[in-house]
């Protein structure tokens, strides 16, 4: 076994040998590749590669071929021999073989525009948008001013139906001189309005917004017109507050009468719309909202009146505490707080949308799956929801739910064409 001493003394060898021997090296490669270039008849490289070139602009491939093998033959390392190889493959289609060419071309260490320009058409054509963009690109890291990359970029975009790109590096191609030949500007303008649906009866705003009317009205007069609500009893004078007394009368039932949960979905709803529909048609037609503010605040405070919302009024349910006793605003704030939360935290946008849908929907659950329909907030605060007209059966208000769910994607809809038509 090797002693520690014996195994420096060998890595120090190899140190000095590699130290030695790697500028030896390196100069004998330098010197090989100068005797390599020396080897070379420049002056028939070139001049073949002026004839080449020459040939290629007058489209005379067969011409430009003779040529290229000439150059070939004096130099097989020529990087700008396989580029113009590969236009004349190209002008026959044959992408593969070009393709082959243009990377030995890259491999070799050729760099010029007609090289990324070469690979792009190859690579379009043969199907491959992503690499093409890639070559245009280093083309452009280059020369951020090509013309041609800059309106082949253009093309690239516009098949990606990207068009706002599109357009953008069509003017920079343009502003260096370049014509759409393609058409690309146009055909942009075409495939914009052939999105644009043919407007029919159903697509007048006026009359959209007539539909949410009817259905809205239909939905009142169901509710509000034919169906009583239950009678109250009131609390005996004794337990009515005095003139003198800051607290507000209260009246109490004599009986609970628990609200079913489409009831209360559909109170959801409302009260959503009520808020909901001015903040977000708002933003569609001015560009600036309320915010989580205005619609944070109602949801807090939307049943301190008297136990009822916009939206419960219109049901015809109402907030009363265990004692069947209309709930006193604090109760009522109480009670909102989770669903005030979800509302203000949604209103952040993007990820913060599943609180404001994940909260409701696990309310809701808590409600289905308690004996008087008490949901978390409920829980809370120690209210619960009173049916003020148990005359209409609970499924009633599954149809008008979805009626009120159809109207408003209708009105929603209404307002985006009226903000697009502007």
Known sequence: MS?????????????????????????????????YDASKDWKAINAASNSAF???????????????????????QNGEAYCFKAMCLISKADYDAALTALLKSKELG????????????????????EQAGSSLLDLLSLNPNNAEALYGMAYLKYGSKKYTESLDYLD????????????????????????????????????????VIVIFGLIAVLIIVFVPETKKEEVPTSNIASPQSN???????????????????????????????PNW???????????????????LFKDAFNGQSVGKMVVGIQVVNEENRVAQPAEAITRNIPLTVAQVVGAMGQWFLLVAILVPIIEYFVMVN????????????????????????????????????????????????MSGAK
């Open 3 to 35: 002693s520690p001493r014996q195994n420096n003394k060998f890595l120090k060898f190899c140190f000095c040998f590699f130290w030695f021997f790697l500028p030896m090296i390196t100069c004998e490669s330098v010197l090989a590749q100068e005797a």
């Open 54 to 76: 020459d040939a290629l602009q007058r489209k005379d491939y067969d011409t430009a071929s003779t040529f290229i093998d000439e150059m070939l033959s004096l130099d097989p």
């Open 110 to 129: 050729y760099k010029q525009p007609n090289l990324y320009l070469g690979l792009s058409i190859v690579y379009t054509k043969k199907d491959m948008p």
């Open 172 to 211: 920079k191609a343009e502003a260096q001189g370049v014509s759409d030949d393609l058409g690309i500007r146009q055909k942009i303008r075409g495939a914009q309005e052939s999105n644009i649906p043919s407007k029919g009866l159903w697509d007048n705003v006026p009359f959209q917004i007539l539909v």
């Open 247 to 277: 607290d507000l009368p209260q009246t109490v039932y004599s009986s609970f009468i628990k609200a079913g949960p489409n009831k209360r979905v559909c109170t959801y709803l409302i009260d959503s719309l009520v808020i909901g529909l």
């Open 281 to 299: 048609g708002l933003g569609v037609l001015i560009g600036t909202t309320f915010g989580w503010i205005l619609p944070g605040l109602y949801f």
């Open 370 to 417: 308690s004996k008087n329909g008490q949901r978390i907030g409920d829980k809370i605060a120690h209210t619960r929801v009173q049916d003020l007209k148990p005359q209409i059966h609970d499924n009633t208000f599954l149809f008008i739910s979805i009626a009120i769910f159809i109207a408003s994607v209708i009105f929603m809809n209404a307002l985006k064409m």
